[in-house]
């Protein structure tokens, strides 16, 4: 029985692919993905793929160098080459040697759909977003509890910030689950009181990796949030829909944290020279309130404060004799007065006419002015200037 090396048993594989001449010159058609240009090397390594199967690719650089447009995920392409064996890790792959644009794949052009859609109605609206709170009491951290995205975010927040309670949501992040499992925890955290802000995210994947979080549902439901929202999916160079309806977007998960929470080292920095700059204006100001002080101090009148009260008490004297005077001044003034009105009411008065010889007469206290006011036999009283005589009417003329 013969016994092969995996090596062998690769090489052999390899030679049935090479040895078949229709794989030697194939047409293929599909969508990049995962695409990385080598930069030292200058050669192509992506992914091409359609709605069901999908095939490692290789680019050397010398056919890389003569595609005449610009290579990126998402990208609808023709590629001619021929089909290999990479006997190293045992996965078969293509080695393109021409490639023609087609356009955007199907899966890019699903992005692009869903993405012009949301932005037509609203949801990334920079008027809408929220301000992140600068002292966050608890963080919410939607994403899987396996992988390194968590622990990054719980490692750094407990570094920077460790007043922070953190709540995490373990929900799966990829696959037909992810999308229902996030909306299911989304909704969970708005039910309860105290989080301050949520992180969804996951570490770095491919484009399909990372397509729950191009969910329309999910994009609606953190729209509704009433907590402000962290998007943290992928790398920096990944976008995906809920980095844009997000209230703001981190690069990666780590950044998430970074953003989410200040660093104590440098509050407490920042506290300690504010320390310095309100103990230095507070010796200034009372070194100046200190001299100023001093200065009041040295003057004679501070020194001789009876002079104070001399000084006032003869204002004070001076002040009532111009008062008295003015009063004096004042009594005079209205006594004329008075003395002149009473002239005036002396020459009106009828006591004045009575005494030149004039009387009135009067009946039941009213003044007779004609003969019309008195009848014969009638008692009158006739008022003279020194008294009243009762008479009686004998005739009247």
Same mark, same amino acid.
């Given at each position: ?11 052999? /594989? #390899?030679?049935? $692919?090479?040895?078949?001449? *229709? ?5 293929? %058609? ?39 447009? !610009? ?10 080459? *021929? ?26 052009? &699903?992005?692009? &759909? ?5 932005? #037509? ?7 809408? #977003? ?43 992040? &990829? ?22 802000? !949520? ?21 609606? #439901? ?7 929202? !962290?998007?943290? /999916? ?41 320390? %310095? ?23 004679? !009148? ?5 002079? $104070? %009260?001399?000084? *006032? ?33 002396? /020459? ?11 009387? $009135? ?21 006739? *008022? ?14």
């Amino acid at each position: 029985m013969t016994t092969l090396s995996v090596k062998q048993l690769n090489l052999f /594989v #390899k030679s049935l $692919i090479e040895g078949d001449v *229709r794989l030697n010159n194939v047409y293929v %058609t599909g969508e990049i993905s995962n695409f990385k240009n080598h930069y030292q090397s200058g050669h192509f390594y992506f992914t091409l793929k359609d709605n069901d199967a999908q095939i490692r690719c290789v680019m050397f650089r010398a056919y890389a160098c003569r595609v005449p447009f !610009i290579v990126c995920d998402g990208l609808k392409v023709v590629l001619r080459g *021929r089909v290999s064996l990479y006997e190293k890790d045992g996965q078969y792959q293509f080695y393109a040697e021409e490639m023609h644009e087609q356009g955007l794949g199907d899966i890019s052009l &699903q992005f692009q &759909q869903i993405k012009e859609k949301l932005e #037509k109605e609203g949801l990334f609206l920079e008027e809408n #977003k929220r301000p992140i709170p600068a002292f966050p009491k608890r963080i919410a951290i939607i994403t899987s509890d396996t992988g390194a995205a968590v622990q990054d975010i719980l490692n750094i927040t407990a570094r920077r910030y460790p007043l922070c309670e953190i709540m995490l949501c373990p929900v799966a992040v &990829q696959g037909e689950n992810a999308v229902p499992s996030m909306l299911d925890a989304l909704e969970r955290v708005y039910s309860l009181s105290g989080c301050d802000i !949520i992180i969804i995210g996951r570490g770095g994947g491919s484009i399909e990796d990372l397509w729950a979080f191009n969910s329309e549902a999910l994009a609606r #439901k953190i729209y509704e949030s009433p907590i402000p929202v !962290i998007s943290a /999916v992928g790398h920096e160079t990944d976008f995906t829909i809920c980095d844009f309806v997000a209230d703001l977007r981190a690069p990666t998960p780590s950044a998430a944290a970074e953003l989410a929470v200040p660093d104590c080292a440098e509050l407490l920095s920042k506290l300690n020279k504010y320390d %310095t700059i309100l103990k230095n204006g507070l010796l200034l100001k009372y070194n100046a309130r200190k001299a100023k002080f001093d200065a009041l101090v040295e003057k004679s !009148i501070l020194s001789q404060p009876l002079n $104070i %009260t001399e000084a *006032r008490n003869e204002a004070v004297d001076r002040l009532f004799e111009k008062m008295l005077i003015a009063y004096k001044n004042i009594v005079t003034r209205e006594k004329s007065r008075f003395i002149s009105e009473v002239s005036k009411l002396d /020459v009106l008065s009828p006591l004045k006419v009575l005494s030149r010889g004039y009387s $009135i007469a009067e009946v039941n206290g009213k003044t007779v002015k004609s003969v019309n006011d008195i009848n014969t036999g009638d008692e009158f009283k006739l *008022r003279l200037s020194d008294g009243l005589v009762n008479c009686t009417a004998d005739s009247k003329e």
